[in-house]
């Protein structure tokens, strides 16, 4: 088993904000791989589905996004999983909307969510799935634009950039990562 975790802002208020790509990448997989429905579990929402004969635990906090360390160290401890078996699907401000990045460890890149899973689930050892949103090009603005929604041109390259995802899960199930973001890639490119 492994656990996919989205990372994001609970409520309406923060649905179509770029800090909530990682809900968004997670709603994708759960609609299109037939994913149970969502329930509340570990202070956040949880969905559970099959690649492979590989069971995944999708996972999106409840919490704020300061906090989403909560949900995914109740998680882990419930299932008695490691940090190797987690994948955190996060809004990256230094890549380009429309690109991703497989990403194992190293540093946390001033990023809230992923600060908090560090800290309280004991280190910076997990996967990562780092989905591009763009910078807005001066410190001073990040906390506005990630807390902004996609502007209408972007809505296109965003949705083919969850659709990818999407689509080549099952690779990402097999642990098929470099393959996976090759994929993705060439989906979005197209």
Same mark, same amino acid.
């Given at each position: ?9 609970? $409520?309406?208020?923060? &649905?179509?904000?770029? %800090?909530?790509?990682?809900?968004? /990448? =997670?709603?994708? !997989?759960?609609?299109?791989? +037939? ?46 999983? $490691?940090?190797?078996? &987690?994948?955190?699907? %996060?809004?990256?401000?230094?890549? /380009? =909307?429309?690109? !991703?990045?497989?990403?194992? +460890? ?85």
């Amino acid at each position: 088993m492994e656990i996919w975790c989205g990372l994001g802002n609970p $409520g309406t208020k923060y &649905l179509g904000n770029r %800090h909530n790509i990682g809900f968004m /990448a =997670l709603d994708a !997989i759960a609609d299109d791989h +037939g994913f149970s429905p969502w329930k509340s579990q570990f202070k956040g929402l949880v969905s559970t589905g099959v690649f492979n004969g590989r069971k995944v635990l999708l996972l999106k906090p409840s919490t704020f996004m300061n906090e989403s360390g909560q949900a995914v160290q109740a998680a882990l401890s419930f299932y008695k999983l $490691g940090l190797t078996d &987690l994948t955190v699907f %996060h809004d990256e401000l230094d890549l /380009a =909307l429309g690109k !991703i990045r497989n990403k194992f +460890g190293g540093g946390l890149a001033g990023h809230n969510g992923l600060r908090s899973i560090n800290k309280l689930c004991g280190g910076p050892d997990f996967h990562r799935l780092r989905l591009g949103i763009d910078h807005p090009g001066h410190k001073d603005r990040v906390a506005s634009y990630v807390l902004s929604d996609f502007a209408k041109s972007e809505i296109d390259t965003r949705d083919d950039m969850l659709n990818g995802m999407s689509r080549y899960a099952d690779l990402l199930a097999k642990g098929e990562r470099d393959l996976f973001q090759t994929r993705v890639s060439e989906y979005i490119a197209r």
